[in-house]
């Protein structure tokens, strides 16, 4: 996959305005503000191909990218509190919409910020994942902001923190550094890019 080429596809706000998928997609969930759109841009080494705001819960629509034959999709955050009742049933149709469509899903990547335990919404959304069987992998990004002490000490709790944690692939993120950037660049090309387009079967001796 040509990781240089991605371009802004399109953006919708209610579940009955998306059009049928028909690429392979990869979706980014996660709380307002924990960095989607930072690492749509660190993937794609764009800066301002996904833009970036210091207001949480300012997206509310499903932004979509294109790069060669896969769709990406950021979700609006979810865990805003200053959002209306009729603001939040309009977030809950459009993320259950968009997830539960027939749509070609290849995984979701649920970002979890890692200075923190998972909040009750990323445990929800992880456990709405399992529950409808939805392939998915966990981020953990912000990882720059913690000295050693404090990531070992994170990640000594996550397996008491997230559910079914052995099953689960945990991906560490840094917008600064650049760490996991290859590691997903890999899983998403894995799950999303005929065999043949990347790169020769490894299968002569």
């Known amino acids: 996959m040509n990781w240089n080429i991605a371009e802004y596809a399109a953006s919708y706000g209610t579940a009955s305005q998306l059009p049928k998928g028909t690429t392979p997609e990869i979706a980014f969930a996660g709380r307002s503000n924990v960095g989607k759109s930072t690492l749509i841009n660190k993937l794609f080494q764009r800066k301002n191909l996904a833009r970036v705001s210091a207001v949480p819960g300012k997206t509310a629509t499903i932004n979509f990218y294109r790069c060669q034959d896969v769709t990406f999709a950021d979700l609006p955050g979810y ?12 977030w809950q149709d459009l993320i259950n919409g968009y997830l539960q469509d027939e749509r070609d899903i290849r995984a979701v990547l649920l970002l979890i910020d890692m200075r923190h335990p998972p909040t009750k919404n990323d445990l929800q959304m992880l456990n709405f994942l399992i529950d409808i069987e939805m392939p998915f992998a966990i981020v953990l990004t912000k990882a720059d902001k913690l000295n050693k002490t404090e990531r070992t000490a994170r990640l000594a709790a996550l397996p008491k923190e997230l559910p079914q944690y052995d099953e689960l692939h945990i991906t560490i993120f840094s917008s600064v550094t650049g760490e996991g950037v290859q590691e997903l660049r890999g899983l998403i090309e894995e799950i999303t890019v005929p065999v043949e387009e990347n790169g020769e079967e490894e299968n002569e001796e």
Request: aromatic share 8%.
């Open 79 to 90: 865990g805003y509190a200053k959002r209306s009742q009729s603001e939040l049933r309009r």
